[in-house]
């Protein structure tokens, strides 16, 4: 996940392949923002009070794929990865042994493990775990997935620039 380049998205794909070639693009876009970066660089943080960094963005996507893929949409146990009761917000508390290397493992598996769940399902299939009430389609978590990976290559774009000057991607 360390590629320069991304995939290029269709500008006249089917739904499926639209929605799956722009959660894709925006998982690149993550892998890019970390490119080049040793691991106490992808853990500098934004500005205090914020513990924001890199390395925290992509162990957050990892958890993030985990919960919607595998808990909410399969319906599978699959316990936190980096958060507890006790640190709800775990996955941002990077300490100095953690490395990319490590949290990029998790991530690619959690990304891995969402596509196979989701290519056998219908995107109007719901999920077999509800949140707050509710069950989703599979499109809805596409959507769900690609809005949250904007907001948080945004916050990755910041980031990147503070750490180096690297912009754009």
């Known amino acids: 996940m360390t590629s320069s380049e991304r995939t290029e ?5 089917g739904e499926r392949e639209m929605l799956e070639g722009w959660l894709d693009f925006h998982r690149e876009t993550l892998a890019l923002k970390c490119a ?3 691991d106490e660089q992808l853990r500098e943080t934004s500005v205090p009070p914020s513990g924001l960094s890199l ?10 794929e985990r919960i ?11 316990p936190p990865l980096y958060f507890s009761e006790q640190d ?3 996955e941002f508390h990077v300490g100095p042994d953690d490395t990319f290397e490590a949290a990029g ?14 290519a056998s399902r219908s995107l109007d299939d719901l999920s077999k775990e509800e949140r707050h009430g509710k069950r989703f389609s599979l499109r809805w978590i ?28």
Do not use: C, K, Q
Not at 105 to 118: F, G, K, M, N, S
């Open 9 to 13: 998205v269709s500008a006249v794909a």
């Open 36 to 38: 080049g970066l040793g």
């Open 55 to 64: 390395l925290g963005l992509v162990r957050h996507m990892a958890e993030v």
């Open 68 to 78: 919607w893929f595998r808990r909410v949409l399969d319906g599978e146990d699959a």
């Open 88 to 90: 709800p917000d775990g």
């Open 105 to 118: 493992a998790a991530w690619r598996a959690e990304t891995a493990r969402a596509r196979e769940l989701a």
């Open 142 to 169: 596409y959507v769900h997935m690609i809005e949250e990976y904007a907001r948080h290559n945004g916050h990755a774009d910041l980031l990147r620039e503070r750490i180096d000057g690297a912009t754009g991607a």
